[in-house]
């Protein structure tokens, strides 16, 4: 009986307001959501003050930021050590240096190698734009660079197969959002018209900077797609189960108040969301 006089007293003036009060409180929660940012840098990972992250932030500042892209080159058949391939390398090398933020560009074609030549000491990198890639000179192309302790393992695998090109960036981190997707936006464009242009080839993009944008993406694409589909399976789930599709209607109502009023509160406090967090109002 005293659960009914907390509905009585609900159904009344007083609950009325109550009702209303926590209404306008959640719309003007709701306010919040334009404040809502999508994280994409792994450090939202860690804990404010996390003595790894930390570490790591002192040995950037020392040395140099480790955000990077690095793309594999894999021809269909055959090994890395022919004119297309050698082509494509060294477009692929000039190309990256024009990506935002760029500050060093590794591959194989531009790998400094010191040679003695009688009293002198040269150093020049492997392959030259504009050099004629004849059968001799890729033959000593094949010998040479396996033999390159700093190559094998990092930039060209043993057996000849794959290669590699490193992409370091120097991102400011003012607007780490935008900085990590305009450096995935060109390096995608970019994969996409050698990938057209040199079909007889895969390639491959990992890193820091695509890892960092995917986690964007896939949290703007749970964002725009799976939280739709989850109300209207509520609505229709209810619909079904209670033969009703008023009462579906009022709990679609509750559920779009809950997220709309945490979602809000979140952008109100700068709580920036993740691809994990992004899941929590589902």
């Given at each position: 009986?005293?659960w009914?006089?907390?509905?009585?007293?609900?159904?009344?003036?007083?609950?009325?307001?109550?009702?209303?009060?926590?209404?306008l409180?959640?719309?003007?929660?709701?306010?919040g959501?334009?404040?809502?940012?999508?994280?994409?840098?792994?450090?939202?990972?860690?804990?404010?003050?996390?003595?790894?992250?930390?570490?790591?932030?002192?040995m950037?500042?020392?040395?140099?930021?480790?955000?990077n892209?690095?793309?594999?080159?894999?021809?269909?058949?055959?090994?890395?050590?022919?004119?297309?391939?050698?082509?494509l390398?060294?477009?692929?090398?000039d190309?990256?240096?024009?990506?935002?933020?760029?500050?060093?560009?590794?591959?194989?074609?531009?790998?400094?190698?010191?040679?003695?030549?009688?009293?002198?000491?040269?150093?020049?990198?492997?392959?030259?734009?504009?050099?004629?890639?004849?059968e001799?000179?890729?033959?000593?192309?094949?010998?040479?660079?396996?033999?390159?302790?700093?190559?094998?393992?990092?930039?060209?695998?043993?057996?000849?197969?794959?290669?590699?090109?490193?992409?370091?960036?120097?991102?400011?981190?003012?607007?780490?959002?935008?900085?990590?997707?305009?450096?995935?936006?060109?390096?995608?464009?970019?994969?996409?018209?050698?990938?057209?242009?040199?079909?007889?080839?895969?390639?491959?993009?990992?890193?820091?900077?695509?890892?960092?944008?995917?986690?964007?993406?896939?949290?703007?694409?749970?964002?725009?797609?799976?939280?739709?589909?989850?109300?209207?399976?509520?609505?229709?789930?209810?619909?079904?189960?209670?033969?009703?599709?008023?009462?579906?209607?009022?709990?679609?109502?509750v559920?779009?108040?809950?997220?709309?009023?945490?979602?809000?509160?979140?952008?109100?406090?700068?709580?920036?969301?993740?691809?994990?967090?992004?899941?929590?109002?589902?």
């Amino acid at each position: 009986m005293r659960w009914q006089g907390y509905v009585d007293w609900l159904a009344g003036t007083a609950g009325r307001w109550l009702v209303g009060g926590v209404v306008l409180f959640t719309l003007l929660s709701a306010l919040g959501m334009s404040r809502l940012e999508l994280a994409s840098d792994y450090r939202i990972f860690f804990d404010e003050g996390d003595s790894r992250l930390a570490q790591l932030e002192r040995m950037q500042d020392e040395y140099t930021k480790t955000d990077n892209v690095f793309i594999m080159v894999e021809p269909n058949s055959g090994s890395i050590y022919r004119e297309e391939t050698i082509n494509l390398i060294l477009e692929l090398t000039d190309r990256l240096w024009r990506v935002p933020y760029a500050s060093r560009v590794d591959s194989l074609t531009n790998y400094p190698r010191s040679e003695a030549l009688a009293d002198d000491i040269v150093i020049e990198e492997l392959v030259y734009e504009g050099d004629p890639l004849t059968e001799q000179r890729l033959s000593k192309l094949a010998r040479v660079a396996p033999a390159e302790q700093d190559l094998v393992d990092k930039l060209i695998s043993p057996d000849g197969r794959v290669t590699g090109v490193n992409l370091t960036l120097s991102m400011p981190g003012d607007d780490t959002k935008n900085e990590v997707l305009s450096v995935d936006r060109a390096v995608d464009d970019l994969i996409a018209e050698l990938g057209e242009r040199y079909p007889d080839h895969r390639l491959y993009v990992s890193g820091i900077v695509p890892m960092n944008a995917a986690f964007f993406d896939a949290a703007r694409r749970d964002f725009i797609t799976l939280i739709p589909l989850m109300m209207v399976f509520v609505v229709v789930s209810a619909g079904l189960v209670l033969g009703s599709m008023k009462v579906a209607g009022i709990m679609l109502l509750v559920v779009l108040l809950a997220f709309s009023g945490s979602l809000g509160l979140a952008g109100w406090l700068g709580i920036r969301l993740s691809a994990p967090s992004i899941s929590a109002p589902i």
